[in-house]
């Protein structure tokens, strides 16, 4: 059974940099997709980047484009996100998402493993 663990998160300040990671004790993540949403208080889940089951393809939210790098080691089953220049503006819960689909899938629905979230705090 997959088992999403995040951690990394934390506060840090404008221009700063942070590094998620995410770690599948199922060891099963490697079968597709795997991404990173973020959610900020009051507003909807929105996806942050995707990265296709081989790494072969990326997807980056146009917010963070250029700022942040996803990552996967599939046989250490773990993800990463690279954020850096950061600003408030990326201030959430930032959530690992594993899905069994192939490619770079973009909604939330298309995922059906998540992890329980970490607090990434970015003051100006």
């Known amino acids: 059974q997959v088992q999403l663990i995040e951690s990394g998160g934390g506060l840090a300040q404008a221009g700063g940099s942070l590094r998620l990671s995410c770690a599948d004790s199922g060891r099963t993540v490697s079968t597709g997709a795997m991404a990173w949403f973020r959610q900020a208080p009051g507003k909807e889940r929105d996806l942050v980047a995707v990265?296709?089951?081989?790494?072969?393809?990326?997807y980056y939210a146009d917010s963070v484009k250029g700022r942040f790098t996803i990552s996967r080691d599939n046989a250490k089953n773990t993800l990463h996100l690279q954020m850096n220049s950061l600003k408030p503006e990326d201030t959430a819960v930032y959530y690992c998402?594993?899905?069994?689909?192939?490619?770079?899938?973009?909604?939330?629905?298309?995922?059906?493993?998540w992890g329980q979230g970490t607090q990434v705090t970015v003051s100006s």
């Open positions: 990265i296709s089951q081989r790494a072969i393809f990326a």
């Open positions: 998402a594993a899905s069994s689909k192939a490619g770079t899938p973009r909604a939330a629905s298309d995922y059906n493993h």
